[in-house]
């Protein structure tokens, strides 16, 4: 059976099984090729909150979310779902309830460093977002594995397995030419309500995903450099 049709069962407690490992070693040349050329592309992306409605393939999403599932997490586990929003409906439910929440933050809830922080960044309750873009993705977190039985068992490492994913995620969508927004309203119950998730998956990220419109601002933001957020031992 190939890989691509080999389907996932829980392995807890299963012994250990391996399988030989010998991915061809890419030429010094081309590997400094691609990675300088990675690091130019990646430079390039930014936080887009201003989509045009302009329609993405889907399958692109569908094979974003596949590369996302690549990363690593702890145990193996894979704790993560990303949920595709399609319904214009529910997703009008996700921007209301966002809005809402986010407008007790920008009223006070989120404290004056905090506001002061964002300030840079011309944020406000308003996430026209969460609608106008073509996709939207909601990432959830599974806090712990949950039979069909009912059984439970825990998962580790959660948050840092789905971070992971994430960061995978937005530069799978970014290489593929597609511009995408982290927004993690507070608090998010709502979101496991208004999509019907089960009671183990708490709600991580919301992801906006299209083509920046026509208008597309961002923020006049620089980035740390090389030696600022590097060092050397």
């Known amino acids: ?100 929440e986010e407008q007790l933050s920008y009223d006070g809830r989120l404290g004056d460093e905090w506001l002061a922080a964002l300030r840079p960044l011309g944020t406000d309750a308003v996430k026209t977002h969460l609608t106008d873009a073509p996709a939207l993705l909601v990432v959830f977190q599974q806090r712990y594995w949950l039979g069909p039985d009912g059984v439970k068992r825990k998962h580790y490492y959660v948050d840092e397995s789905v971070g992971i994913a994430v960061g995978m995620l937005l530069t799978a969508l970014h290489l593929s030419g597609l511009a995408a927004l982290v927004h993690t309203p507070s608090p998010m119950r709502f979101l496991s309500h208004v999509l019907h998730r089960p009671e183990n998956e708490k709600a991580f990220a919301v992801v906006p995903v299209g083509y920046p419109s026509d208008d597309c601002e961002v923020p006049d933001l620089i980035r740390k450099s090389l030696d600022q957020v590097m060092t050397e031992v």
């Open 1 to 100: 059976m190939s890989p691509e049709t080999r389907q996932w069962t829980p392995a807890h407690g299963a012994p250990y099984r391996p399988v030989a490992y010998r991915p061809a070693r890419m030429p010094s040349a081309q590997s400094l090729a691609r990675a300088a050329e990675l690091r130019a592309r990646m430079d390039e992306r930014r936080t887009v909150r201003h989509f045009s409605p302009d329609p993405v393939p889907e399958q692109v999403i569908r094979d974003a979310i596949a590369c996302a599932a690549t990363a690593p997490s702890g145990a193996h586990q894979q704790p993560w779902t990303f949920v595709l929003v399609k319904d214009p409906a529910v997703r009008e439910q996700i921007r209301a309830a966002a809005e809402q």
